[in-house]
């Protein structure tokens, strides 16, 4: 077996194990046992209700949620900011997912991106295989999960942040059984609401982060970058609520979305979009749809180059040559596309120390206002051209592709 393989089997055989942290094993392992068994079992037994089924699928959405747009894309990456009601709707519901507190996950999450796929510093490497970077790296006590929060003072800063952390237990536990017996009582179907709105809600939960951190580093497609295991794959954001577009995340990760495209799922994207139409949301990040397609092309023009090195085609001479037409268009453009939003940049520098001096211009000063807006309006118009330019590069580079595939 190669180095490599046992890598990706995660075969820690050579070295003694950290020691079993047996509260998490204990939980995971009898959640998952009592959804596997005893939702089955009362199912055959009694039947469920349309409103136990409605109580399991609404608070899984609202851990979910919690965890995504709230953990994830909030804490973990600033990638927006949020009001203080919102952010304590996550607090709450994210500890009813039980995945830990904010300040940890986030934290733990910031050193899998600045590590990731490194063996001894990523929390959940997936180069330690499948089962590790799903769960495992949570059984034991692994020097890679040690609790450290230099990387997260921001967050230690946030009140709500740390009210969770300090009162992580007691939230786990209202959260987790305060809601299924409140619905209990009202329905007269405890047992079910317990099961359903409980422990299987709870265990789909807990492995729909879990594939993220596992199944989307192993299984999908990489547009955007190489540099990583992380994948894009749309079965998966099915399940995670847009999370499964991995790739894009790991190379743009400030960015509140994650699907980018019109047509890709993602209803964290969505929730956090509508919520600042309301003012529960504001700044957020967006990477320029230039950058995005300037790292598409990247790649592009890297599996194209593999394809001539492996010799895939009869026409090596005249696809070099190609290749290298395209290539040099390709950093031409990106270098008129810097020299242009610098000019925009200068100019809205300038436009703002204008404005702060308004109310003294003359109308003379007015006027030249005038003419720089003008000019501001050209270098957009200008931007715009050389997206569209690289647009057209990328459908070119990708019919070559499809040719040489």
Not at 154 to 164: F, G, T
Not at 177 to 185: I, K, Q, S, W
Not at 241 to 258: A, K, L, P, T
Not at 341 to 361: F, K, M, V
Request: charged share 20%; net charge positive.
């Amino acid at each position: 077996m190669s180095e490599q393989d046992r890598n990706c089997s995660g075969d820690l055989s050579s070295a003694q194990k950290p020691p079993l942290l047996w509260l998490q094993t204990i939980l995971f392992s009898s959640t998952l046992l009592i959804a596997l068994i005893g939702v089955p079992w009362y199912g055959m037994t009694h039947g469920f209700t349309w409103q136990g089924w409605l109580a399991f699928v609404l608070i899984l959405g609202a851990n979910g949620m919690s965890i995504t747009a709230g953990y994830h894309r909030l804490w973990a990456h600033n990638a927006y900011k949020a009001h203080w009601s919102l952010k304590l709707f996550f607090a709450l519901f994210g500890a009813a997912a039980t995945q830990n507190s904010i300040l940890i996950w986030a934290s733990g999450h910031r050193r899998h991106h600045r590590h990731v796929d490194d063996i001894d510093q990523d929390p959940y490497s997936a180069k330690r295989g499948l089962w590790f970077s799903h769960i495992g790296w949570m059984l034991r006590d692994y020097p890679a999960s040690a609790e450290d929060f230099s990387n997260a003072r921001d967050l230690q800063r946030d009140k709500i942040v740390m009210w969770q952390h300090r009162n992580y237990l007691a939230l786990v536990l209202f959260m987790n059984f305060a809601p299924a017996v409140f619905l209990g009582l009202i329905t007269g179907h405890m047992l079910e609401n317990v099961l359903l709105a409980g422990f299987l809600r709870l265990v789909v939960s807990h492995h729909s982060t879990f594939f993220i951190n596992s199944l989307a580093h192993f299984w999908g497609r990489r547009p955007y970058t190489d540099e990583n295991s992380a994948r894009d794959n749309d079965i998966l954001a099915l399940f995670t609520y847009g999370e499964g577009y991995h790739n894009y995340h790991h190379i743009f990760q400030n960015d509140y979305r994650n699907g980018v495209r019109w047509w890709q799922y993602d209803p964290t994207k969505w929730l956090i979009k509508t919520a600042s139409w309301i003012g529960l949301t504001w700044d957020l990040k967006k990477v320029p749809d230039f950058k995005i397609r300037r790292a598409m092309l990247d790649m592009q023009f890297k599996r194209a180059e593999q394809k001539l090195s492996e010799g895939k085609t009869g026409m090596a001479p005249q696809v070099k040559e190609f290749l290298e037409h395209e290539y040099q268009l390709f950093c031409d453009t990106l270098h008129n596309w810097n020299q242009v939003r610098q000019q925009w940049l200068e100019s809205q520098r300038d436009t703002i120390s204008a404005q702060t001096q308004a109310l003294q211009q003359t109308l003379c000063e007015h006027k030249e206002q005038f003419q720089k807006t003008w000019k501001e309006t050209s270098l957009h118009f200008q931007l715009r051209e050389l997206e569209y330019a690289l647009k057209l590069q990328q459908k070119r580079l990708k019919q070559l592709t499809l040719q040489m595939a």
